[in-house]
């Protein structure tokens, strides 16, 4: 878990610094800062997603996670619990950016291989190396991230502590799901996902993105019902 705690202090640090600089830019700068941080999403996430293996598998997770999460309407819960959480923190000063911040970058920080299999790593053999380095990455990031985008991107710092504390604490239970495969399929749907926010960041469509992210976990499934349908045929 050291590594997971010093990833979530890094976005603390770095999220804390970017709002501190933020204050010190025109609006209109911030307004053009996050669209091009908003490309850059597009593009980082756009190569995530290229590195798949399987196309039919993104198709899969996009349709079946777009399914559970209209149900459950993951998006309005979202955009609920941000809004609330933005109140009592900015005393509705925000700007209406609270969730947005949250999503970009808990997306951005928590969807890649490195979160995955440094946690593996990390609860497994005790090695943080990978979380570190992460952690620096990370850092970086959520410098730019809260400039632009306030203070939800600091909510994120609380996504990685669960998701990546999660899978370290059930590691030698999640191990033999997790395979490379499953891994590397369930970044390329996370990237899809990224470059979705990276689109919203632009104003070029509205992607209900929060809907879509048990997409991100179908591949666990996907691999043994698929060895299990090719064992009946």
Known sequence: MVGVLINVAAVLAGGLLGLALG?????HLRDTVMQG???????????????????????VSAVLGGLVGEVVDIEKRLE????????????????????????TASLVFCVGAMSIVGSLEAGLAGDNDTLIAKAALDGVG??????????????????ILVYQGAIAL????????????AVNEMSAVGGMLVAAI????????????????????VPVAYFPVANWLSSLF
Request: with cysteine.
């Open 80 to 103: 609920g619990l941000g809004a609330r959480t933005e109140r009592a923190l900015t005393h509705g000063k925000g700007g209406g950016r609270f969730t947005q911040g949250f999503m």
């Open 37 to 59: 941080l908003g490309l850059c999403v597009l593009v980082i996430g756009a190569q995530g997603a290229l590195a798949t293996q399987n196309v039919m598998i993104l198709i």
């Open 170 to 181: 059930l590691a030698g239970v999640l191990s033999p799901v997790l395979s490379d495969p």
């Open 142 to 159: 959520a410098v730019f991230f809260a400039a632009a985008l306030g203070p939800g991107v600091l909510m994120s710092a609380a996504a």
């Open 23 to 27: 204050k010190r830019v025109p609006q």
């Open 198 to 217: 990276g689109i919203n960041m632009i104003g070029a469509a509205k992607i209900r993105v929060g809907n879509l992210l048990p997409a991100v976990f």
